[in-house]
């Protein structure tokens, strides 16, 4: 079983910088699939970066299109946290975000936090 609790979120400028966390808890952290997934008002929810595990603790990074050189994702398995570092945030990026965890992609996410707010003012 894994917990997620995500934080960081908030209001910041176009322009700005904000830097999500997502605490997990739980025997198997090192070895699960972490992901960042948003939902905007009237939007589906769309994926925007994982770590895919490779290795015992080494990840491949993917990215949406739309965030690609603007987010960078990172997790610190010692401290059982992922990270969004969000820079050069525009308006499209105002969302709920979510941090998710996964144990078989095949299956989907299995874990997910309860969402933490970021809103890109003009």
């Known amino acids: 079983q894994m917990q997620l609790v995500e934080s960081g979120g908030g209001l910041v400028q176009a322009g700005g910088s904000l830097r999500l966390s997502c605490v997990a808890s739980g025997r198997t952290f090192s070895s699960v699939t972490m992901g960042w997934f948003r939902q905007a008002p009237g939007k589906e929810r769309e994926f925007v970066a994982a770590?895919?595990?490779?290795?015992?603790?080494?990840?491949?990074?993917d990215y949406a299109d739309s965030v690609k050189g603007r987010f960078t994702i990172s997790r610190d398995n010692a401290k059982n946290t992922m990270y969004l570092h969000m820079n050069s945030l525009k308006s499209e990026d105002t969302a709920v975000y979510y941090c998710?965890?996964?144990?078989?992609?095949?299956?989907?996410?299995?874990?997910w936090g309860q969402g933490t707010q970021v809103t890109v003012s003009s």
């Open positions: 998710a965890g996964s144990t078989n992609l095949k299956l989907g996410y299995d874990y």
């Open positions: 770590l895919r595990w490779i290795g015992r603790s080494t990840y491949y990074a």
